[in-house]
């Protein structure tokens, strides 16, 4: 057994393959059933073979990120049975987790392995589906399938999610451009370019948001040298104090209200938002500590009492970590970002750690018009930071010989 655990963590197909399984295109997850069923019994196969081969190196591998992120699974099954009972959204609630569970496994063990032909297979993989997204996307402009909602559905779900994978593929990009000790490659730029023309054709304004964070701060990461530039937790201190600015007070409405209405087209309620964190804040106050847990869409606009069906989540992240599990989920979740962040900040002289700060921020750009539910890509590139250490000796080569 030990020896087919080295041939699989010394396999770029090995990688590949848990990548693929791990990250299921939504039109597959949404209209091709057969197969959304053989990727949920690969991706459980995939899990437990994971589970073995970490238990074969457990005093190695177990530390406070891992049972952090158990801690956080347990709270939100505690918390679905506590409100739901056991029963769909019980199942819907380990169909988030196990993704994420198993992709973290994954990468503390390929880290400590092949770390260069573990990023480069999540980057082959993201890239693949990327230009998939955006050849249908021209192709099929009015998208390949609507939900309930009447709205348009594309290879990766709706425009809005698109950017999910977008930074992650753009991550785990950059990572493989370090890895060939250059600054910029072909393949990385029409990649760039790509998911950018996409979200400006879409006019997704949460997504542009991001992406150009990502761009704007990955030009200055070759300039700007100060840690506290790169700092995670600088910019968790600033995504919590968007959080209250936009979602709890919305102070957004008098303020912003030139560049929302004006530069963006949008209106002040952002695209009805403000309307439903209100009536989301109201049923929090009813069940602060453990939420209501992980809900079906059904369920989730019983709760909010809001019958728009395009309302199926909070579309704010810290909204959705409240209504799921309370207080003790987000407290949780902190301290996953907090470890990270530890991490990131003794490597801040390093590009990899650079690269995934950013990326980090640019999630947390998003997160304050919209929240995904748990997709898999930002516990990627979070669990990225945490291993960083085994990323960075390739760039730092490339840092001194920058520096000189």
Known sequence: MKT??????????????????????DFIKQQVRVVDRLFDAGNVAMLLLLVVFYGMALRELVNRYDLTAVLLGLVLIVSTIHYSGIGPNLWKCLKYEWPIAAMILLIEQGARTKPQKMIRAFYH???????????????????????????????????????VSMLAGLCCGYLDVLRRGKKITADYLILHVLCIMQLVWMWSVTSMLGIACYTALLALAWVVHSGWFYSLKLYSFLWVC?????????????????LITGIFHKS?????????????????????????????PDDFRKMTRYSNKHWVHAHNYILELLIRGGVMAVGVFAALVLWTSQELKKLHYTMPARVISITLCSYFVIFCGDCFEMRTPFYVILTLGYVCRFLTEPSE????????
């Open 397 to 404: 080569r490339m840092e001194e010989k920058h520096n000189e």
């Open 4 to 25: 087919i655990r080295e041939k699989c963590f010394n396999s770029y197909w090995f990688y590949f393959l848990a990548a693929v399984l791990f990250w299921e295109p």
């Open 268 to 296: 002040v309620s952002l695209s009805k938002r403000t309307k439903l964190w209100r009536r989301i804040l109201k049923r929090i106050r009813k069940r602060p500590i453990l939420g209501y847990g992980v809900l079906s």
């Open 125 to 163: 993989m993201y890239y693949i589906n990327i230009v998939i997204n955006f050849v249908l996307s021209m192709i099929f402009r009015e998208g390949l399938f609507t939900e309930i909602d009447h709205e348009a559905q594309h290879w990766l779900g709706n425009e809005n999610v698109f950017i």
């Open 242 to 258: 968007a959080f209250f600015f936009f979602t709890v007070f919305q102070l957004h409405k008098k303020t912003l209200k030139w």
